[in-house]
DNA sequence: TCTCGTATCT
DNA sequence: GAGATACGAG
């Protein structure tokens, strides 16, 4: 990824083909990069981190954390977890390096104060405003959809499992349907036979007897086949009715608890 | 010594 | 409120 830039709308100058933020001096006033920062070049990045604080020298540029800065802040956090998101490790997610990118030490700055957002968030203070003011942009443009929070993330988690579920319930009663139809089917042919393949008690007399016994028994043994069939097919139909009742009671309540929030 | 998290400062 | 810095801990 190239070098980011610090966008003019986000109160950043541009500065000799490359957009740096602006600087504060001690008031209000906007500084010149040029003008503080004497040493040049050094800003936070060459230094050891912590170590120093700029007290006796000059002014330092501020960092600021662009929209798209923000976006890809963001983006590394989620990747990685809000609470497993170390400085070192966003800072290679984000991909940016150069004078616009920002150190380990703004990262960390700005994962604490993300942090504390999100906790603010989460405990249901302060809805609004999570880029912080920083980029009044970087919510409008990242929120709404690149930006999923742990807790969102945990939610959706949640309903996929659940669909997953229903998705296999559904399979489920399809299949005991197939089963139950080829149940039906083999019923009505042996119901057939029964019927129509064997002769009627009126031409009894006409066979002679070992004929007429293995009729009989074999009459005997399609029936038993034909209650077996049924009681499978009870079986079948009580196991559907309990997913259906299941799936039902599940939707009562998910519709009960939707209904109270 | 480096990195991190948190508190505090500007 | 955002970002920088200080400080202690692992």
């Not at 005991?176 to 029964?194: A, F, N, P």
């Not at 004929?211 to 559907?240: C, D, F, G, I, P």
Request: glycine share 10%.
């Amino acid at each position: 990824m190239p070098k980011l830039q610090a966008l003019p709308m986000e109160r950043g100058v541009s500065w000799g083909g490359e957009l740096l933020p602006f600087v504060m001096d001690d008031g209000d006033g906007l500084m010149d990069p040029s003008m503080l920062d004497g040493a040049g070049g050094g800003g936070m990045d060459g230094m050891a981190e912590e170590s120093s604080t700029g007290k006796g020298g000059g002014h330092k540029a501020r960092f600021v954390w662009t929209g798209e800065l923000h976006r890809r802040f963001e983006a590394a956090v989620n990747t990685l977890g809000i609470d497993q998101a170390k400085p070192q490790t966003i800072s290679q997610l984000m991909k940016c390096e150069g004078e616009g990118a920002p150190t380990r030490q703004n990262i960390k700055s700005h994962l604490q104060k993300y942090r504390l957002l999100m906790q603010k968030r989460s405990t249901g203070h302060d809805p609004a405003d999570v880029a912080g003011g920083s980029s009044g942009a970087s919510e409008g443009a990242t929120g709404s959809a690149g930006s999923v929070p742990a807790v969102d993330a945990d939610v959706h988690k949640e309903l996929e499992q659940h669909l997953e579920k229903q998705e296999m319930n559904l399979r489920m009663q399809m299949e005991l349907q197939t089963k139950l139809h080829r149940q039906l089917l083999v019923q009505r042919q042996l119901q057939h036979q029964l019927e129509h393949c064997f002769p009627s008690t009126g031409d009894m007399a006409c066979q002679d007897r070992q004929r007429y016994q293995a009729t009989v028994s074999l009459k005997n043994s399609l029936r038993e086949r034909l209650t077996k069939h049924v009681m499978v097919q009870q079986e079948m139909l009580q196991h559907l009715d309990k997913l259906v009742s299941n799936e039902a009671s599940k939707h009562e309540a998910a519709d009960a608890a939707s209904a109270v929030e």
